[in-house]
């Protein structure tokens, strides 16, 4: 992952002669004006010249988009959309602004400074994500992500599959036998640790396998293809009826749930309120 204003043609080079086979850019929004109230430090024209460069030595581009931009109309993200997709992007990460309570954002918007986006607005600019990114030959494989074809996330998947998976550096964080590991986030402090053969690791989250059970059902419900029952069973050793069976039918009957070819999964409908329908499962 890559701030615009990081990527060097020189640093660009070295990534990809040193097995770096995808990129994924901060870009999201392709508009001055938004970018500014994000508080970006490029520009729509840096990207515009960036991007290209990035495909001359990675076919594998990521780009994350945000809507619900104060002051975003449908037609800004409209835009945003259509350049990622003439831009060659073969993933597009499409992200609902939040605010985040303690963040200046937040502090910025509760002084009246800035206005978060109408719900109805935001509900239609991911609409438009949707049926857009579909057509151009993109495939939704989970509630924020969109992929042509053998360009999903392989990470992103592991992780909603439940699947392990390690990670090197400061502050990286992996998971292996049922145990979550996070490394210290200074790098200075990083390194005093190795050097003097100590172990980097700064916290640990072990869950009991009834959590972990928990916590791969509403992960995995964040996938379009949902949960597939056997699957989650041979994995767990748990029935997502016996775990969740008075949730699942509370949203089925809302519509926001169905169950298809023996796995459960967000409705379309589903994917607009994908996060009261996962706090149902907590």
């Known amino acids: 992952e890559a701030n615009p204003l990081d990527l060097t043609d020189d640093k660009l080079r070295l990534l990809?002669?040193?097995?770096v086979n995808r990129i994924s850019l901060g870009v999201q929004s392709f508009s001055n004006a938004h970018l500014r109230t994000l508080e970006r430090d490029h520009t729509a024209e840096d990207l515009l010249a960036l991007i290209p460069r990035v495909r001359q030595h990675f076919e594998n581009l990521s780009i994350?988009?945000?809507?619900?931009?104060?002051?975003?109309?449908m037609e800004d993200w409209q835009h945003s959309l259509e350049q990622a997709i003439a831009l060659g992007a073969t993933h597009i990460s499409t992200y609902g602004l939040t605010f985040e309570q303690g963040t200046a954002f937040e502090t910025r918007r509760r002084?009246?400074?800035?206005?978060?986006?109408?719900?109805?607005?935001?509900?239609d600019m991911y609409a438009f994500a949707m049926d857009r990114l579909v057509q151009a030959g993109f495939e939704q494989y989970e509630i924020s992500n969109f992929a042509r074809p053998g360009?999903?996330?392989?990470h992103?998947?592991?992780?909603?599959?439940?699947?392990?998976?390690?990670?090197?550096?400061?502050?990286?964080a992996r998971y292996l036998c049922g145990r979550r590991e996070t490394n210290i986030r200074s790098?200075?402090?990083?390194?005093?640790?190795?050097?003097?053969?100590?172990?980097?690791?700064?916290d640990i989250d072990e869950?009991?396998?009834?959590?972990?059970?928990?916590?791969?059902?509403?992960?995995?419900?964040?996938?379009?293809?949902?949960?597939?029952?056997a699957d989650f069973k041979r994995r767990t050793g748990y029935d997502v009826e016996q775990l969740a069976g008075p949730a699942i039918a509370r949203n089925r009957s809302r519509g926001w749930l169905e169950i298809v070819d023996a796995s459960v999964r967000l409705t379309r409908e589903g994917r607009f309120v994908a996060d009261r329908v996962v706090a149902d499962f907590l």
């Not at 994350?64 to 109309?73: A, E, N, S």
């Open 111 to 123: 002084r009246g400074l800035i206005k978060s986006a109408a719900e109805e607005l935001e509900r």
């Open 207 to 229: 869950l009991p396998a009834e959590g972990r059970a928990r916590e791969l059902l509403f992960v995995g419900l964040r996938k379009t293809a949902g949960i597939e029952f």
């Open 156 to 172: 992103n998947l592991a992780y909603w599959h439940g699947d392990e998976y390690f990670a090197y550096g400061p502050g990286a």
């Open 64 to 73: 994350d988009l945000i809507f619900g931009v104060p002051g975003q109309t």
């Open 151 to 154: 360009f999903e996330c392989r």
């Open 16 to 19: 990809r002669e040193h097995g």
């Open 187 to 202: 790098v200075l402090g990083w390194l005093a640790r190795l050097q003097r053969g100590m172990s980097p690791v700064a």
